[in-house]
């Protein structure tokens, strides 16, 4: 940042020297002041140039800023769209998960084992009567339990026979639903990237904000030296504006002398004159003063 300028190198100028002082100390004076004012513009400019520079890099990131802000705006409108159709295929999922469920609790499909898990434990039941040494109470029970399995196996599929549309509907539910969490992860997706953007404009006006503030310094600076130039100018105008009085002044004095000279020219050339008509013998300086009066 540019320092203040030294007021001990300005130029001082008074009513009192205007009045009082001479020609050449003021001709002096006006060297002063106009060395002082081409100085001072010089600075002006400098601090004029830093300030326009440190301007057109706030401007850069508000330009910045503002692009972020337009794909965070962009992005959250995506999000929206996302969301709406996550939340439509939800409820669609959600209405065909509980047509299921209404189906299975007609067929009471929702109590009892599934048809894998009775599979399994027939399955289990029958390597046991295979691998296993049994007496034939304990070989009785046990193909007891395996008909007893196998019936309840054979309803079960009945009754999934009767629910007709059950499996297509619940793998359609399934279906929306895996849209749906497809939809969502686009939502985090986007939303977090919207979020990026958010934080990068806030940050890019920050930084416009830190940029802006040393530009207005500058500027300070700028009217600091600028007006301190206009000062010492109109004092420069004021010294060569009295310069000029005191030539006037002067070129009265030289013409007043002159008139003096040439009156008292011609008085002493009528004396002359007067001497010659009298009959007096001139000199040669007395008759070059009648020639140039021109007496002769």
């Known amino acids: 940042m540019a320092e203040s300028i030294d007021k001990s190198d300005n130029v001082e100028l008074t009513d009192d020297d205007l009045d009082n002082k001479s020609k050449g100390q003021l001709i002096k004076k006006a060297g002063q002041l106009r060395d002082r004012r081409n100085e001072l513009n010089q600075m002006a400019s400098e601090r004029a140039s830093k300030r326009d520079e440190f301007n057109a890099k706030t401007r850069e990131k508000v330009d910045e800023a503002q692009e972020h802000r337009e794909k965070r705006d962009e992005l959250n409108e995506q999000v929206q769209e996302h969301k709406e159709q996550r939340n439509e295929l939800n409820a669609k999922a959600n209405e065909l998960f509980d047509e299921v469920d209404g189906l299975k609790d007609d067929l009471e499909l929702n109590e009892g084992k599934s048809v894998d898990q009775l599979k399994e434990e027939i399955e289990d039941l029958e390597f046991k009567q295979q691998t296993e040494v049994l007496s034939s109470e304990d070989e009785r029970e046990l193909i007891e339990k395996i008909e007893e399995k196998r019936e309840k196996l054979s309803d079960r599929k009945e009754k999934l026979d009767q629910g007709g549309d059950l499996e297509e ?128």
Do not use: C, P
Request: aromatic share 4%; no cysteine; glycine share 2%.
């Open 169 to 296: 509907i619940k793998s359609e539910a399934q279906e929306v639903r895996a849209e749906a969490s497809t939809h969502h992860q686009k939502v985090t997706e986007l939303a977090d990237k919207a979020q990026e953007h958010h934080n990068k404009m806030i940050e890019a006006y920050r930084e416009a904000d830190d940029i802006r503030d040393e530009a207005d310094e500058w500027h300070d600076k700028f009217v600091e030296a600028q007006e301190a130039a206009d000062r010492h100018h109109e004092d420069f105008v004021r010294v060569q504006k009295r310069l000029r009085e005191l030539d006037k002044e002067e070129e009265a004095e030289r013409k007043d002398e002159r008139a003096e000279k040439r009156e008292a020219a011609k008085e002493e050339a009528e004396e002359i004159y007067q001497k010659f008509k009298e009959g007096e013998t001139l000199d040669t300086e007395d008759l070059m003063k009648l020639q140039k009066a021109g007496k002769l």
